[in-house]
């Protein structure tokens, strides 16, 4: 035996060493250890794995006291040891190095265990402290007994610091007291421990929980896996928030409340959650039931951001019995338009003592009001928000994308109070490859990319970018749509045998300026064609042709007649070539064969003749003036001449739009250009050119005096360039700028020839609207009122109508004419009607008198209730107006988003109505015409805001249209293709869709077993744990194939809070070729296709066994390596102009560390990039000025400097990745 040590502290020699000596002399091993890990098995596993007898008795490690108290744990909770610690450690072996091997150890102990040889008790009271290895049995004569202090661990085998003493004595270790006064030898001392009443059997919980880790040889049933992978990918489902009270829950239908519980779960992980419920589902009422929570606790400083318009629906909405709140008290409404209250709330919120007066929780209604980050109103309300660094900010809009993809990302950075960064998710480059970066960034490359794809006529595919948007959109947004609820069933009962939501009916009523019109134009245009058109008849002109012209430098009359020329004389390859005409025109002709025949068609012909030479003067300098395109190019201009070359198309589209709204309204566009070309000739003859932008500034402050308007410009300028700091973006404009008609510098001649050819197009477009417009003449408007009249006749949906029009004109038109047509047809007309445009002061009254079961208003005394209210968009949002039944679109409309905000204001929750009509008016002669001139329009003048860099949309409209073929069915005559238009429409496929149906299976699983203990089963899978897929009917391509997913802690949001960043992984072997060096290929797998794969249904649950057969320590370790290079990658987020990089480079002589990569990598918030810009041009203005940078200036670029990297110091790095779950095919399935 004196081949044994009898100290044995690890150093020397090791206890596993020593333990692996003595084993293969025994087939007996009886073990006491305050702790067991399955890698201390594993140093000696394979000498006893033979062994007859092996008992194992688990105490515990006493904790100490203040360890106690900091972690809150009992000593008397006896369900958390061993149990969870033993869970916990086996749970890291999923990620462990050495997986294989403890994978065999633990399907040997479990072989052991199988066989009867291997049992565990656990000894909970008194406490067992005790560690013994005690090899042999009584009787044997050979027996060796080890006690100390070394626990059955890894550590306790081999590297820590321990002191154990060895008897090989049998005598004494084999030893059975005859008397109480003997001593137990070590085998007796075992045995009295094993067969005590506080030890318990745990060979059977031992088991279970091996087999079950990750290491162990049984997997979870798919579905169990299923559901863990959803906790994994929408966490915040998991959040633990306590439930609303009893008395606003009351309130809530089902999906309101799960979505207002989201809401509060991101507004306290993010500090910013966006409400984006579909139309008609009741945002507002979500979003009181939060406000009252914070309330009730004690979070009682709210402020609430409408627009001013909805401001007294606020009020009564919270005032009402539902809430019974009160203004002032419990919330404080600063509207939208209301800049000086907001400025107010901003020094009171500067000159704040203490924390207690802080804002709690902003609401912003219709935030989409705020998604141009660069408006006066945005930057105001974010250093609002700044100002109150621990408010939480709730957004409410049912667009948050509208015009651009940037129009989220400006809203979320609001909210997040100015936040350039994001969380982080996966994009798609160019070669199908995926990287990890911001979702701001992934949103502004996405956004060009769709610019792109517009700009060549092409169609994105939006399935590349749709996990890039999901991932990001997902940590802030919670949405509800109608088909959803309705599936989910999540509303309250209503009356019996009424929907939740009405249908919808589209219909058409047509109208035709008819033939007696239409000769009247052609007869008037054909008298002119020598006197004013100087030879070209309008009514042949190919608009289809003359709209693909995107700039043109010469009056319309000249430029047609130049093209004709050129065509008869067969160089069409010059006209393309000089107008920058695609080639697929080749064959078209400028003049048709023979003449337009309906109005619309003819009046937008003489529109095209018009030349518009006020609105752009510049193009009449004598080096444009008559130049082809490519000329123009080659010279490159300023953008603002580039645009306008391009102005035309902008006023051919508005006029277009008007001109189909009412004859009216165009009729008010021609004049008012009829006063402004008269005051730009005013001008012109005193010897000065005036830009038209500058016309109502000249007008209205200066009268005459133009010297003064240009000795305030002057003055404006000086104060510009004298400017410190920035301030001269706080400068308000003054004055006009001096430009003299100088003949040396404009063709003048040419620029008053256009203008009287101008005047005279538009003293005949004004006499021929003269006609048409007369009373009894207008046939649109005589259309609309038959129409009218049979609808409230046959009462199927109501008495009350409410009509849109996109322009006031239209409506104030409508005003002026309806009365006095309608009074004897419906009786009451005019006391039982109102019109409300963009200049009404009295909306939100207007709307009660129309709606006042929905708004819940009792009329007062002399009040009459509405039945026709006609107004424009201005009531298109916000506005609860379900009283009524039909909605009228007087003119077309082209966007979406506006046509379901418009169907909104009746189609909604809480109407009376099981069917809405919508009617449209269309006109019935030039319909598919007028649409394919508008579509064609619209789309070069977005080829213009790509080239010309025109960044304005066209009517304040958003360029997001409905496609066509969608269009000419949604205005179709058959009812049933109309209205099957209108549902498509309003419940197209969106990018989010399919995150809602995972996150709410999710949710409505959390909700099924809140109280049955499944929730916390599938919890504790471990991580690591390698599992099935479910059976696939798809063919199994690649048996070898894994998916991997991992996490790892990202970014810390603005609330402190840590967000985890996942990913998955498909792993596999590299080829086909066999053997043991076969290479592993990895890569990145969008999170879609995984769930995809993943998804499973309850009933698919089977428990199989672990067999499969890859190397898990390979593959663990490639997948965490792709990870890594994703999850790593810390991509600046502040992009350099070369105005910046030209003061960093001079700022860098200042200082020793590189300052560039200081400022690209750490300015992450919009008010930083506004600082930063505002050095940039202070030193820049310096060093041209001076030659160098004044002293004070570095001095503040060093302050900046450090406030980037104290910031950056405190930022938190990625944790270590870990590998979550496996998925594996199941061959066998």
């Avoid at 390859?573 to 078209?588: M, R």
């Avoid at 649109?780 to 046959?794: D, G, P, S, V």
């Avoid at 003119?891 to 379901?900: E, K, T």
Wanted: hydrophobic residues 35%.
């Amino acid at each position: 035996m004196a081949q044994y040590p009898q100290f044995i502290d690890n150093k020397r020699k090791t206890l596993a060493e020593t333990l692996r000596t003595i084993a293969p002399s025994y087939n007996v091993l009886r073990i006491a250890t305050g702790y067991w890990d399955l890698a201390g098995t594993l140093e000696l596993i394979d000498e006893i794995k033979h062994y007859t007898k092996i008992h194992l008795l688990i105490g515990q490690e006493p904790l100490a006291n203040h360890l106690q108290k900091k972690f809150k744990i009992s000593v008397d909770e006896n369900d958390i040891f061993p149990d969870s610690y033993v869970q916990s450690d086996l749970e890291d072996y999923g990620i462990a190095n050495q997986i294989n091997e403890l994978r065999e150890t633990s399907r040997k102990v479990v072989t052991l265990i199988k066989e009867g040889n291997l049992e565990v008790k656990v000894f909970r009271k008194p406490r067992l402290h005790a560690k013994a290895y005690i090899f042999g049995e009584l009787g044997d004569g050979k027996s060796v007994g080890i006690v100390g202090s070394s626990n059955f661990t890894k550590a306790g085998l081999t590297t820590s610091q321990e002191l154990n003493f060895l008897t090989y004595d049998y005598k004494i270790v084999e030893f059975e007291p005859k008397t109480e006064n003997q001593e137990n030898g070590h085998i007796t001392w075992f045995e009295e421990l094993w067969n005590d009443i506080g030890a318990e059997d745990w060979t059977g919980d031992f088991t279970e929980i091996l087999s079950n880790s990750p290491v162990g040889d049984k997997t979870y049933g798919p579905y169990d896996v299923y559901i863990k992978t959803l906790m994994e990918v929408f966490p915040d489902e998991l959040i633990d928030i306590s439930p609303f009270d009893t008395d606003i829950e009351k309130v809530l239908h089902e999906f309101q409340n799960q979505n207002a519980l989201s809401l509060r779960r991101k507004l306290d992980t993010m500090g910013v959650a966006m409400l984006s419920d579909s139309v008609g589902l009741g945002k507002t009422i979500t979003a009181a039931a939060i406000i009252k929570q914070y309330i009730h606790d004690d979070k009682v400083n709210i402020a609430i951001i409408p627009p001013a318009s909805l401001k007294q629906q606020w009020v009564d909405e919270l005032e009402s019995d539902r809430w019974n709140l009160v203004e002032h008290r419990d919330f404080e409404i600063y509207t939208q338009q209301d800049s000086n209250k907001i400025e107010r709330l901003i020094d009171k919120s500067k000159s704040r003592r203490n924390k207690r007066d802080e804002i709690d929780l902003f609401v912003v209604d219709e935030a989409h009001n705020l998604r141009n980050a660069g408006s006066t109103r945005h930057q105001q309300i974010l250093e609002l928000f700044q100002e109150n660094p621990d408010a939480k900010v709730l957004l409410l809009t049912a667009t948050p994308i509208n015009n651009s993809l940037m129009d989220f990302a400006n809203q979320i950075q609001l909210g997040s109070k100015g936040d350039l960064v994001s969380v982080n998710v996966p994009y798609a480059t160019g070669n199908s490859q995926l990287e990890y970066i911001d979702f701001f960034e992934a949103l502004k490359r996405i956004q060009s990319q769709v610019s792109r794809a517009e700009k060549n006529g092409e169609k994105l595919d939006w399935n590349i970018y749709r996990k890039s948007l999901t991932s990001g959109i997902r940590h802030y947004l919670v949405r509800s749509t109608r088909q959803g609820v309705i599936k989910r069933n999540a509303m309250k009962s209503n009356a019996a045998g009424q929907k939740l939501f009405p249908d919808t009916k589209v219909e058409q009523f047509s109208y035709s300026y008819g033939n007696d019109n239409s000769k009247l134009v052609k007869a008037a245009i054909e008298a002119e064609i020598s006197s004013i058109f100087e030879g070209f008849d309008p009514r042949r002109l190919n608009l289809d042709f003359v709209n693909e012209i995107t700039q043109r430098t010469i009056h319309p009359i000249d430029l047609y007649t130049n093209i004709h020329r050129l065509q008869e004389d067969n160089q069409n390859e010059q006209v393309l070539e000089d107008n920058d005409i695609s080639e697929k025109y080749l064959d078209l002709k400028i003049i048709n064969s023979g003449v337009s025949e309906t109005v619309i068609p003819l009046l937008f012909q003489l529109i095209n003749f018009l030349g518009f030479p006020p609105y752009k003067p510049d193009s009449y300098h004598n080096e444009i003036y008559g130049k082809s395109i490519p000329d123009i190019r080659s010279i490159n201009i300023p953008s603002k001449i580039r645009t306008q070359l391009a102005i035309h198309n902008m006023l051919h589209v508005t006029w277009l739009k008007r001109l189909e709204s009412s004859m009216m309204a165009l009729k008010k566009s021609i004049s008012n250009y009829k006063h402004r070309i008269e005051f730009f000739e005013n001008w012109l003859d005193k010897g000065f050119i005036v830009n038209l932008s500058d016309a109502s500034l000249l007008e209205n402050e200066y009268g005459e005096d133009i010297d003064k308007a240009f000795e305030d410009y002057e003055q404006y300028l000086t104060e510009i360039e004298e400017a410190i700091d920035g301030d001269e973006e706080y400068i308000k404009k003054r004055g006009i700028e001096r430009k003299e008609a100088d003949e040396n510098i404009y063709n003048l001649v040419q620029l008053r020839k256009d203008i009287n050819r101008d005047k005279l197009i538009i003293d005949l477009l004004l006499k021929l609207l003269g006609f048409i417009t007369q009373e009894g003449s207008d046939e649109k408007l005589n259309a609309f009122i038959t129409r009218l009249c049979e609808q409230i006749n046959e009462g199927k949906h109501g008495n009350k109508v409410l009509i849109f029009s996109f322009f006031s004109d239209t409506i104030e038109y409508l005003r002026d004419t309806l009365p006095k047509l309608l009074e004897d047809k419906i009786p009451g007309f005019s006391k039982r009607s109102e019109f409300v445009s963009g200049n009404s002061k009295e909306v939100d009254n207007i709307a009660k008198r129309f709606s006042p079961k929905s708004k819940k208003y009792q009329l007062k005394t002399g009040e009459i209730e509405l039945n026709f209210l006609f107004a424009t968009d201005v009531l298109s949002e916000g506005q609860n107006l379900q009283d009524a039944g039909i909605l009228v679109n007087y003119d077309l409309h082209w966007n979406p988003v506006r046509m379901i905000q418009r169907n909104g204001r009746i189609n909604r929750l809480g109407s009376c109505f099981d069917e809405v009509l919508i009617a449209n008016a269309t006109p019935s002669d030039d319909l598919e015409t007028y649409l394919k001139l508008v579509r064609r329009i619209e789309r070069k003048i977005d080829t213009i805001n790509s080239t010309v860099g025109n960044d304005q949309s066209v009517l304040g409209e958003e360029a997001n249209p409905i496609e066509f073929n969608d269009m000419l069915d949604y205005y179709n005559e058959n009812e049933a293709t109309a209205s099957k238009a209108a549902y498509k429409l309003e419940n197209q496929g969106d990018p989010l869709d399919w995150i809602d149906n995972y996150s709410l299976e999710l949710r409505d699983f959390l909700e099924e077993h809140k109280n049955d203990g499944e929730i916390e089963r599938i919890q504790a899978i471990p991580k690591g744990k390698w599992n099935y897929l479910p059976h696939s009917k798809e063919t199994i391509i690649d048996p070898s194939e894994v998916i991997g997913l991992y996490t790892t802690s990202g970014k810390i949001t603005g609330t402190g809070e840590k967000i985890k960043d996942i990913g998955f992984v498909k792993i596999a072997f590299s080829g086909q070729s066999r053997g043991p060096f076969r290479a592993i290929r990895t890569e990145y797998m969008e999170e879609q296709e995984a769930l995809h794969r993943i998804k499973t249904t309850p009933d698919d649950d089977t428990i199989n066994m672990d067999t499969i057969k890859v190397n898990r320590e390979e593959y663990i370790s490639k997948g965490k390596v792709e990870l890594k290079v994703q999850f790593d990658s810390n991509k600046a987020v502040f992009d350099l102009k070369p105005s910046h990089i030209k003061a960093l480079e001079i700022v860098g002589t200042y200082f020793t560390m590189d300052v560039l990569g200081v400022v690209k990598k750490g300015i992450k918030r919009s008010n930083e990039k506004r600082e930063f810009e505002q050095l940039v041009r202070k030193l820049n203005r310096e060093v041209k000025e001076s030659g160098a940078p004044y002293s004070t200036t570095i001095r503040r670029f060093e302050v900046f400097i450090n406030k980037l990297l104290d910031k950056e110091n405190q930022e938190q790095k990625i944790d270590k990745i870990q590998g979550v779950l496996f998925y594996a095919n199941n061959e066998k399935a």
